[in-house]
């Protein structure tokens, strides 16, 4: 008898063991939702996007890089004038303006914040730039449309819609999350690398631009990266102030679109299945990819700043 | 030049150049505030909107925010707080684990609006949701998942490991380890996390653009039977939310005292998340007080 229950005992699971095993499944489930919500994403905007090319035999290069985008109208030859250049172009342009102007100036304060006065940066600067980091992007839009288009338009003329309009936001926009990016990048640099330098006799100037700087350059290239992707990707303030033409753009003060600012507009005026609908979650899966794309560039340089 | 020279322009200069940005952003919070606040009003706080004519508030806007906000944590936080135990305690160093940071990144990464036109054509084109408030809380909610759950991650991790060995010491197993002892110690910055969360939340309006719909029907709040059409708890309602109207009021431009509505409104969402900040650093030092010893 007694044999028994030892037996029974060393046989079967006790009762921690099934609770251990009941707490991974479930933990293991929630993963698994997520893995699933990312795969669902990626499964149903590629097969809305790609029936544009499949569907409506669109040709892939002359939907990248047509010029013409009236997606309800035909050219002479019967090909639907789907070019999403204008489009592609716009976000790019935006994007990389808002990116080139928010640089030095995120990257100097972040300077100022971590190395010069670490004091006033946590007391003053710090707090700013974690509200600004919350502010929702329709009130920079808002922002952009009752300030800086009237300014531009009183400056240089025209509407004030347009790409420099949209820059300007963007680079507000994402200043503050670079600039704490940065800062974290600049923190995380070892003291004793400041301190070899500031011993060796250099000045402080010395030792952030060509100890701290060098060494922290992947985590301040991840944020502006980081920035870039997040300004691709903005829908709603770019919309508000760009214009919304979808013609090529020619300067900085003429109407533009971007690809989240057609999208937008348009997909709840399109009937889902046709061709004027299909194009538009073609443009969905180019901004899908392009956020992968930033997504393995900052991967690169994560892997090319570890091996230092 | 000397170089003690050059160090001290390149103070000034980056002295300068954090002037210039404290200026920037310091008169774009002042300009939504003092353009914003003295439209606030117990009326404009209350009274529901008005599309053609002004005089219209944003009270439905308001509770729709935080209605959305309630559901969308309450869909988030379980499967988070899951998939971060899952991270921080199960996982092992290997292709799968991953493989999940890799997905839980590019969720992360992905734009809101493609979130949003995912969850147009998942709930409310193939699941008939139509445009409600639970498409738009489950919208929202695969936009947070990756935030929250690393934020659970890190929270977890900051727990010293003497505190595991500890409770595998008693003979109790991982999971009643993890869930009894150290998710109490990690909660305050769980918490400070989701609070931060819930700010983005509030502010979010591409995802819901095309999910939770752009008009808010009224409500009767007497009504509370969350089956009926008019009941402010109905889930399958269209519900616009704050940050939606602003958008909507400044594109459609319909509403003549448009600028005045937008201005009031941002305000009111800077407001709002200046809230959640505040709130979250005071809850989470509540917190860590009253559940340690020191």
């Known amino acids: 008898m007694k044999t028994e229950s030892i037996k029974k005992n060393l046989t079967t699971r006790s009762k921690k063991a099934k609770i251990e095993r009941f707490g991974k499944l479930v933990s293991f489930i929630c993963i698994l939702i997520i893995i699933a919500v990312v795969v669902a994403i990626f499964y149903f905007v590629s097969s809305k996007g790609l029936a544009t090319f499949f569907q409506n035999k669109v040709n892939v290069i002359d939907f990248i890089f047509g010029k013409d985008w009236q997606p309800s109208s035909v050219d002479q030859s019967g090909k639907p004038l789907v070019g999403a250049l204008p489009m592609i172009a716009g976000s790019f342009i935006v994007t990389v303006l808002s990116a080139i102007v928010a640089t030095p100036f995120a990257v100097g304060t972040a300077i100022f914040m971590v190395e010069v006065s670490p004091k006033r940066g946590a007391n003053l600067l710090q707090p700013v730039i974690e509200l600004l980091v919350g502010i929702p992007s329709v009130v920079y839009g808002f922002i952009g449309l009752s300030v800086i288009v009237p300014w531009i338009r009183g400056i240089f003329g025209g509407t004030g819609f347009g790409i420099l309009a949209g820059a300007i936001i963007l680079f507000i926009m994402i200043l503050p999350t670079v600039t704490s990016m940065t800062v974290d990048a600049l ?12 011993a060796l006799g250099a000045t402080r100037w010395q030792t952030t631009y060509k100890v701290v700087l060098r060494v922290a350059t992947p985590g301040i290239l991840t944020a502006v990266i980081f920035g870039m992707s997040r300004a691709f990707g903005e829908a709603l303030a770019i919309q508000m102030v760009i214009g919304n033409s979808a013609v090529m753009p020619t300067g900085l003060l003429t109407p533009a679109a971007t690809l989240t600012s057609v999208l937008t507009m348009g997909i709840g005026n399109t009937i889902s ?22 997504n393995l560039i900052m991967r690169m340089i994560a892997k090319k700043g570890a091996m230092n | 030049m000397n170089a003690k020279k050059i160090d001290k322009m390149a103070t000034g200069v980056l002295f300068g150049v954090s002037c210039v940005l404290v200026l920037l952003l310091a008169s774009f919070l002042g300009y939504i505030l003092v353009q914003g606040v003295p439209h606030i009003s117990w009326h404009f706080l209350t009274a529901p909107a008005k599309s053609f004519q002004s005089g219209g508030g944003i009270g439905l806007q308001i509770f729709n925010s935080l209605y959305l906000l309630v559901l969308t944590m309450i869909l988030g936080i379980p499967i988070s ?19 999940i940071r890799t997905a ?71 999971w009643e380890t993890v869930t009894k002892i150290i998710v109490p110690e990690a909660l305050p910055s769980i918490l400070t996390g989701i609070i931060l969360a819930s700010g983005r939340v509030f502010g979010e309006a591409a995802a819901l653009i095309y999910t939770s719909g752009q008009s808010a029907p009224t409500l009767d709040f007497t009504n509370w039977n969350p089956f009926d059409e008019t009941s402010p708890l ?14 909507k009021v400044n594109s459609e431009s319909t509403t003549p005292d448009a600028a005045a509505i937008s201005s009031g409104a941002s305000a009111v969402l800077i407001l709002g998340v200046l809230f959640f900040n505040l709130f979250a650093r005071i809850i989470g030092n509540r917190i860590h007080k009253k559940m340690t010893a020191s």
Not at chain 2, 117 to 138: E, N
Not at chain 2, 141 to 154: A, D, H, K, M
Request: charged residues 10%.
């Open chain 1, 187 to 198: 923190k995380s640099v070892p003291r004793h690398y400041r301190e070899a330098s500031l």
């Open chain 1, 273 to 294: 299945g046709t061709l004027q609908n299909n194009v538009l979650w073609s443009l969905a899966l180019v901004l899908l990819f392009m956020s992968l794309f930033f």
């Open chain 2, 81 to 99: 707080l899951g998939a971060g135990i899952y991270l921080s305690e199960y996982a092992k160093k290997n292709w799968l684990t991953d493989c």
């Open chain 2, 104 to 174: 839980i990144e590019i969720l992360s990464s992905l734009p809101s609006v493609v979130v949003g036109l995912f969850g147009f054509l998942v709930f409310v084109l193939q699941f008939q949701f139509g445009f409600s408030i639970l498409s738009g809380a489950l919208a929202l909610t695969f936009f947070n998942l990756p935030l929250l759950t690393r934020n659970v991650e890190s929270s977890l991790q900051a727990v010293p490991y003497t505190q595991r060995e500890a409770g595998l010491a008693l003979g109790i197993s991982r």
């Open chain 2, 234 to 247: 109905n889930i399958f309602r269209k519900a616009e939310t704050l940050a939606v109207h602003i958008w």
